[in-house]
Nanobody, 121 residues
Framework: DVQLVESGGGLVKAGGSLTLSCTASGFIFDDYAISWFRQAPGKEREGVSSIGISEANSYYVDSVKGRFTISRDNAKNTVYLQMNNLKPEDTAVYYC??????????????WGKGTLVTVSS
C-alpha cells in the first residue's frame, strides 16, 4: 500500500524550530517530487515548499523563505522540512504529498494524513 507518514509536529514557542519528516512507502520514491502543504484552522490549504527529484530543484512560498529548508534522503525514502524562527501564523496541520514538482494540489498523486504544528506567542 502507498503510504506517506508525517512526523515531527508539536508545540513550540515563537522563534523556535521544528523538523518535520515525511516517510514514504509503496511507490518508487525517487521518481516523485515531494511537497509540503499546510492548512490552518478556518483557512484554505496552502502550499509551503516543494522539492524535485533532484535536491537542486526546491521552491518555497514567500512567507517561509529564509526560515524553512526542504531536503530529501532517497536512501531513506524521506523528505524533511526544517522550520526555523517559527511564527504563530505557521500554526497548521502540515501535509506532505508526492507528485509533480510545485505546489499544485491537483498534481499530487499521494497524500499523507498530516502532522499538527502549533506555535505559541
Amino acid at each position: 500500500d502507498v503510504q506517506l507518514v508525517e512526523s515531527g509536529g508539536g508545540l513550540v514557542k515563537a522563534g523556535g524550530s521544528l523538523t518535520l519528516s515525511c516517510t514514504a512507502s509503496g511507490f518508487i520514491f525517487d521518481d516523485y517530487a515531494i511537497s509540503w502543504f499546510r492548512q490552518a484552522p478556518g483557512k484554505e490549504r496552502e502550499g509551503v515548499s516543494s522539492i524535485g527529484i533532484s535536491e537542486a530543484n526546491s521552491y518555497y512560498v514567500d512567507s517561509v523563505k529564509g526560515r524553512f529548508t526542504i531536503s530529501r534522503d532517497n536512501a531513506k525514502n524521506t523528505v524533511y522540512l526544517q522550520m526555523n524562527n517559527l511564527k504563530p501564523e505557521d500554526t497548521a496541520v502540515y501535509y506532505c504529498a508526492a507528485g509533480t514538482w510545485g505546489l499544485v494540489p491537483q498534481g499530487m498523486a499521494y497524500w499523507g494524513k498530516g502532522t499538527l504544528v502549533t506555535v505559541s506567542s
